[in-house]
């Protein structure tokens, strides 16, 4: 391959991945949040664990619960002591 056809496979990957990320920017962004979200949820479990001793509410510290937080937020949390009050 001699320069010319490099940088023309050059461009036309650069091309390539600008539209990829340009097709899968939202995608990316939602996952990032769910991601985010769900380390905050973590968070908010663990800390809630930390003080179970003082106020007796204690819920499991895995996946799904930081899920469930992270998406839906306080509410979340609630639902989870509440499913956690009712079995």
């Known amino acids: 391959m001699d320069l010319s056809q490099k940088v023309v496979v050059g461009l036309l990957a650069v091309f390539l991945l600008a539209a990829l990320l340009r097709i899968f920017k939202t ?36 996946l799904w619960n930081a899920l469930i937080v992270g998406i839906l937020g306080l509410p979340g949390f609630v639902l989870l002591l509440l499913v956690q009050w009712i079995l």
Do not use: Q
């Open 27 to 62: 995608p990316l962004r939602l996952a990032l949040k769910l991601l985010v979200n769900t380390l905050l949820g973590f968070l908010a479990l663990y800390l809630a664990g930390l003080t179970a001793p003082l106020t007796g509410i204690t819920l499991g510290l895995n």
